[in-house]
């Protein structure tokens, strides 16, 4: 279940980042998540397992009717088990009338997932 970011979850969110190469410097982070914290069209969510525990996060950029996916990362125990595709549907039901477009690092997920779902 998608959860949208709020300041409690800062550190998790963080960590979740970290999973993302050009994000391992904590400033670097920061900076990120302050990116997203400034703008109301921007926004992190996270992924709750059924487990309870956040094994995920996603961060977009609505512009006029598209969804732009920045950011996607996974725990390295949850990769390879449709945690990312689950968050694009989650973010499809929130946002119906978006086209959703990935960003250059995203793109290849968002074309997989479009291929899975006949989109």
Same mark, same amino acid.
């Not at 959860?3 to 990120?32: C, R, V, W």
């Not at 996270?46 to 996603?58: E, M, P, Q, R, S």
């Not at 088990?81 to 960003?103: D, I, Q």
């Given at each position: 279940? =998608?959860?949208?970011?709020?300041?409690?979850?800062?550190?998790?969110?963080?960590?979740? =980042?970290?999973?993302?190469?050009?994000?391992?410097?904590?400033?670097? @982070?920061?900076?990120?998540?302050? #990116?997203? &914290?400034?703008?109301?069209?921007? &926004? =992190?969510? @996270? #992924?709750?397992?059924?487990?309870?525990?956040?094994?995920?996060? *996603?961060?977009?950029?609505?512009?006029?009717?598209?969804?732009?996916?920045?950011?996607?990362?996974?725990?390295?125990?949850?990769?390879?088990?449709?945690?990312?595709?689950?968050? =694009?549907?989650?973010? $499809?039901?929130?946002?119906?009338?978006?086209?959703?477009?990935?960003?250059?690092? $995203?793109?290849? @997920? *968002? $074309?997989? #997932?479009?291929?899975?779902?006949?989109?």
């Amino acid at each position: 279940m =998608l959860y949208k970011y709020k300041n409690d979850y800062e550190k998790i969110t963080m960590g979740l =980042l970290s999973f993302i190469p050009d994000l391992k410097e904590i400033s670097h @982070l920061q900076a990120e998540v302050k #990116w997203y &914290c400034d703008d109301d069209e921007r &926004c =992190l969510f @996270l #992924w709750k397992n059924d487990a309870g525990d956040f094994v995920g996060v *996603i961060g977009v950029e609505v512009i006029n009717d598209v969804l732009m996916i920045r950011h996607v990362a996974v725990t390295p125990a949850e990769r390879n088990e449709g945690v990312s595709f689950e968050m =694009l549907n989650a973010l $499809t039901a929130l946002y119906p009338e978006a086209k959703m477009m990935g960003s250059i690092e $995203t793109t290849a @997920l *968002i $074309t997989k #997932w479009e291929q899975r779902n006949g989109k």
